[in-house]
């Protein structure tokens, strides 16, 4: 490991993606909820709610949440809602937030692929709707790298955080992703096109968190293969490109051309005044 990220990863704890907890009927739902592609891409913009693999992640990101027990959640940026169902699955209290546009409705709305989850679909790219110290854990996943100032987003999720409260941060692109370089040179969908994409090296991801006063607590690479894998095949051999999956991201060396890069952090303790 290069003696920079050395120093800057020299108190984390790096850690291993936890196994799913959701029952596999959950998962066979979800997938036929999502069999009705949007058109908005070639592959259709809710290609995660037909990848079976991808569907085996999100359920290792709740168990990791579960695992913590926090008492409020957010969802921060929950798209189709998949996670948050997952979430709710798990037995967590659960908020769904969904940046909407500059004409969003500022209100709660149902949430189509999911009618018994309903999300605030907000017009602000960074404000959001709840008091301050709201929640003991907030979620990005496959968010932060999207929003259009992650300073500012940063400093207002530490808003609705309690004091200690945990952010869990996934999916991040990695910027030596050798999957990212693939879809690039192919002409497919890939981060950093888009006008606010931005994506990140395991340095400059902890960073960005320490220069808001989170305390990073993991740090890891994640994913060495594609997960947006649609179809019968793909979900017949879910369970092995999983497992394939989770053991090439703890090679080290290797992992790091991995597609993510995953962090945990704590909103620290409000610093006392200066002593008079």
């Not at 058109?39 to 990791?64: F, H, K, T």
């Not at 921060?76 to 699955?89: I, K, P």
């Not at 110290?133 to 907030?138: G, K, R």
């Not at 606010?196 to 740090?219: F, G, P, Q």
């Amino acid at each position: 490991m290069p003696r920079s990220l050395k120093k800057s990863t020299a108190n984390l704890r790096w850690s291993r993606p936890q196994a799913g907890v959701v029952p596999t009927y959950d998962r066979r739902r979800m997938l036929r909820r999502g069999q009705k592609a949007f058109r908005g891409n070639p592959r259709g913009d809710d290609v995660n709610l037909r990848s079976a693999p991808q569907l085996l992640e999100y359920e290792a990101i709740v168990a990791r949440i579960a695992a913590d027990r926090p008492s409020r959640l957010l969802d921060w940026g929950c798209g189709w809602g998949q996670v948050s169902d997952l979430l709710q699955r798990a037995g967590l209290t659960v908020e769904s937030f969904d940046y909407g546009g500059p004409h969003a409705p500022d209100q709660v709305r149902e949430l189509p692929r999911f009618p018994h989850l309903s999300a605030y679909i907000g017009s602000d790219p960074v404000r959001l709707p709840y008091a301050e110290a709201s929640f003991d854990a907030v979620l990005s996943c496959g968010v932060l790298e999207h929003v259009q100032d992650p300073d500012a987003s940063l400093e207002e999720l530490k808003r609705v955080l309690r004091p200690g409260g945990t952010l869990y941060v996934y999916k991040l692109p990695n910027r030596s992703s050798y999957l990212e370089r693939i879809a690039k040179a192919a002409g497919l969908y890939y981060h950093g096109q888009a006008p606010h994409d931005r994506i990140y090296t395991v340095a400059s991801a902890r960073e960005l968190l320490v220069r808001h006063d989170y305390e990073v607590v993991e740090l890891r690479y994640a994913n060495m293969l594609p997960l947006t894998l649609p179809g019968r095949i793909a979900a017949a051999t879910a369970p092995a490109t999983w497992a394939v999956n989770r053991g090439l991201a703890r090679v080290r060396w290797l992992n790091r051309i991995a597609t993510n890069i995953e962090l945990v952090a704590l909103a620290r303790l409000p610093r006392s005044g200066n002593a008079t």
